[in-house]
């Protein structure tokens, strides 16, 4: 079955450097969330998408900008990156981006980004 | 975290004994779900509750929750070397899900 695609798997910035991040939702799903994971740490949620809107936005910084397209992918951009920024960052996806009671969200592989 | 402790945050036990994790969380919750974790690798998702069942089963997993404490468990019987990883509970809010700190899980050979 198809899962959830991550591009890329690893990335290695400078500081002060921009990043996107990539996110291929499983076919047919509508909603995409995307996820922080400091090292040792658990996943934040960073913000959602659903049919393209976002739909829910959590501890994301104002450098950081996402969006969903008309083939509802989504994409993380990330400026002037900082070394804090280095992290796991997931992408998941679900059916259910309105009001749905079960909202099973399968999660990507990740994108493990470095900053130096 | 910003959900609250999962429990203990770390455990270690011999390959055949069974495993428990406990999480706490303290908003209202639509679903709550477990997610393990190999070392640095991705989210797998193991079981979704439902706020309105009180136990669910998956092979060797055992899900409780108890929406009046704000808990649930995860019991592993029957435990395997492979079943090492972290292990996190992450409740769905308002269609978002919130993680708890997880339990790193080790199985002895």
């Known amino acids: 079955a198809a899962g959830v695609i991550q591009s890329p798997r690893h990335l290695i910035k400078e500081k002060r450097e921009t990043a996107t991040l990539k996110c291929y939702p499983i076919?047919?799903?509508?909603?995409v969330y995307w996820y922080q994971q400091g090292p040792g740490q658990d996943p934040q949620f960073l913000i959602s998408?659903?049919?393209?809107?976002?739909?829910d936005k959590g501890s994301i910084p104002d450098r950081f900008s996402a969006q969903q397209f008309s083939d509802y992918h989504s994409e993380l951009n990330m400026s002037s990156l900082e070394l804090g920024d280095s992290a796991l960052y997931f992408c998941?996806?679900?059916?259910?981006?309105?009001?749905?009671?079960?909202?099973?969200?399968?999660f990507g592989p990740g994108t493990r980004l470095t900053v130096l | 975290s910003q959900q609250g402790e999962e429990d203990p945050q770390a455990l270690s036990i011999q390959e055949g004994e069974n495993a428990t994790m406990n999480c706490s969380y303290k908003?209202?919750?639509?679903?709550l779900q477990w997610y393990r974790q190999n070392s640095g690798r991705g989210l797998v998702h193991l079981i979704l509750?439902?706020?309105?069942?009180r136990e669910k089963h998956s092979g060797r997993l055992r899900v409780t929750l108890d929406t009046s404490k704000k808990s649930s468990s995860l019991l592993i019987t029957a435990s395997r070397a492979a079943d090492t990883a972290s292990y996190f509970c992450?409740?769905?809010?308002?269609?978002?899900?919130?993680f708890g700190s997880g339990t790193r899980l080790l199985v002895r050979p």
């Open positions: 998941a996806s679900s059916t259910s981006g309105g009001p749905s009671y079960y909202n099973e969200q399968f």
């Open positions: 076919p047919r799903h509508d909603t």
């Open positions: 998408f659903y049919e393209k809107m976002q739909s």
């Open positions: 908003t209202s919750i639509n679903n």
């Open positions: 509750i439902r706020s309105n069942e």
């Open positions: 992450a409740v769905d809010s308002s269609y978002k899900l919130i």
